[in-house]
């Protein structure tokens, strides 16, 4: 049972000599596998988020725009933090700026 255990000891021996790229080479891996993430999710999720950041700041009277709850609508009225939005005949709601989720383009409602 002896000789086992001078084995397994010879063999750390050799291990402890090369461990310096053997720990370069076990972190690579990880490596690839963050910059995967960053490519494939963060960034395109960050330029998604920048590019609506934008569109809601350019929101004004008179945009057509379709609210993340499937209203479709005219805006009528332009606030800080809300806007009013015209869904119907006589129908006025307000909701949030940052529920607007598409700007369309100019004369969509009437073709609906």
Known sequence: MSFFISDAMAEGAAAAGGSAEGSLMGLLPLVLI???????????QSKRAKEHKG??????????????????????????????????DDVVVKVQ?????????????KST
């Open 34 to 44: 963050f910059a995967l993430f960053y490519f494939m999710l963060i960034r395109p």
């Open 55 to 88: 569109m809601v700041a350019a929101l004004g009277k008179g945009d057509e725009i379709v609210t993340q709850g499937g209203l479709l609508g005219k805006i009528t009225e332009v606030g800080d933090g809300f806007l009013s939005v015209k869904i119907a």
């Open 97 to 109: 700026r940052q529920a607007v989720s598409t700007l369309l383009p100019k004369g969509t409602i």
